[in-house]
């Protein structure tokens, strides 16, 4: 029979599991006290971050803008990667890669569409303007969203590098296992799918319900083609994709950065538990937490190779629409239906960059929240080696800002968002001001 030593340290509680039929378990504390036993233990397995996203990856699959990188997925036991049903997941990936590209290639289609219809400069310019405008942020999410699952150093790299980091046992002793809230990732799949489907419906309505707009907006959408009831219809299909691709690459990198960040929070505590523990000396396990740490800063410069363009785009598109629209609500036509439809476009804008703005600059505070109980421990009889772990660690935290940023321009604060704000409150209220002027 075979016997398992574990040695349980007071200050923390390690959970356990093996995979053994029969297997004696000795506990030994640190009093010398020991518990012998028989016990079957069983292995939980790891679900991957990738598993955990698929309530917002389905619905993303759904609307044609992602598919599952080419590489097979990362488990626990290689062996267990499509053993014997390797050629329908296979079959299916090829599928759904190629509906994904088709998708685009409708997108992009629909955007030069757009953009020929365009002219003449009449009074339904402005439509043409925010519609083209709109087409164009949809298109260029699909097309950014896409290429992170194609290149293998993007999304791929991203899923690899974070079960890799939570899947360690050494990670899960020191109290920083994965956290991750189903409740949320339900929650804004959900909303994803609420605004998506009140955005089609909203179309629906204006093309069919033969309301004062609706010859205003059939023009629009179907320009520089005839208006017949075929290419309505064909331009409603297109804009089923489109609301998926305007709003779940934001419901995505929303999801995840909340992801991130709790992480980060929970880091904290540990570190913060092990200072005080430690009474004035430098915490035994600072190497570690340290490295652990430092790849969790590795995880967000990985992903944020496919959200810096993410954000770039979005803030430079919504920021334009939302000044355009602004323009329009003072000095266009005191229309009910026109104000409306305005007002949608503009609250869609704010509230898109809100929530980029808002979850980006999470992750920054998260990831540099250790910054105060680093500086609370103490160095009493303190080793060379363990100074050095400790300059390390503050460096990291003082050195280049971690987190998300904008096409690599600057790193997404909350600064920035106050910014942003009174920027766009000086344009509105100069703007009102013309306007009585």
Request: proline share 4%; net charge positive; charged share 15%.
């Amino acid at each position: 029979m075979e016997v398992l030593h574990i040695c349980l340290r007071p200050e923390h509680s390690w959970l356990f599991s093996a995979q053994a039929s029969n297997m004696k378990v000795e506990t030994i504390t640190q009093s010398g006290v020991h518990i012998t036993g028989n016990q079957k233990l069983s292995r939980t397995p790891f679900t991957s971050i990738e598993d955990k996203l698929q309530p917002i990856l389905m619905s993303m699959k759904i609307f044609g803008i992602y598919f599952d990188p080419t590489q097979a997925k990362n488990k626990v036991e290689p062996s267990e990667t499509y053993t014997s049903q390797e050629k329908p997941p296979r079959l299916w990936r090829s599928i759904n890669r190629l509906y994904c590209y088709t998708v685009l290639l409708l997108l992009w289609f629909n955007v030069g569409r757009c953009a020929i219809g365009v002219f003449p400069l009449n009074e339904g310019l402005p439509l043409r303007i925010i519609l083209m405008t709109w087409m164009l942020l949809c298109a260029l999410n699909a097309t950014i969203v896409i290429t992170a699952c194609q290149k293998l150093t993007h999304l791929r790299c991203f899923y690899k590098h974070w079960d890799s980091l939570f899947q360690c046992p050494v990670t899960d002793s020191l109290g920083c296992g994965f956290l991750f809230s189903r409740h949320y990732c339900r929650v804004g799949t959900a909303a994803g799918w609420f605004v998506s489907l009140v955005n089609i419906a909203a179309l629906c309505v204006f093309m069919f319900g033969n309301l004062p707009l609706s010859p205003v907006y059939i023009t629009t959408f179907a320009r520089p083609f005839p208006e017949s009831q075929l290419v309505v219809i064909f331009s409603v299909v297109l804009h089923v994709f489109q609301s998926g691709a305007w709003i779940f690459p934001i419901i995505f990198m929303s999801i995840t950065s909340r992801v991130i960040r709790a992480q980060f929070f929970r880091f904290g505590q540990v570190l913060s538990k092990q200072i005080e523990q430690a009474d004035g000396h430098i915490p035994h396990q600072l190497p570690e937490l340290r490295f652990r740490y430092t790849q969790l800063c590795q995880a967000v410069d990985i992903i944020n190779r496919s959200y810096k363009w993410l954000l770039g785009t979005c803030f430079i598109l919504n920021i334009f629409l939302a000044c355009f629209v602004s323009y329009e609500i003072i000095n266009g036509p005191l229309d009910t239906f026109v104000i409306t439809v305005n007002v949608f476009w503009l609250g869609g804008s704010v509230v898109c960059i809100l929530v980029l703005a808002i979850s980006s600059s999470d992750v920054h505070d998260a990831a540099h929240s250790l910054l105060d109980d680093i500086f609370s421990i103490g160095t009493r009889d303190a080793s060379v080696e363990q100074l050095g772990q400790l300059n390390l660690f503050v460096s990291k935290l003082t050195g280049t800002s971690i987190g998300f940023t904008a096409i690599d321009f600057f790193v997404i604060t909350k600064e920035f968002l106050l910014t942003l704000g009174g920027l766009f409150m000086t344009y509105f209220f100069l703007l009102l001001q013309f306007k009585i002027a």
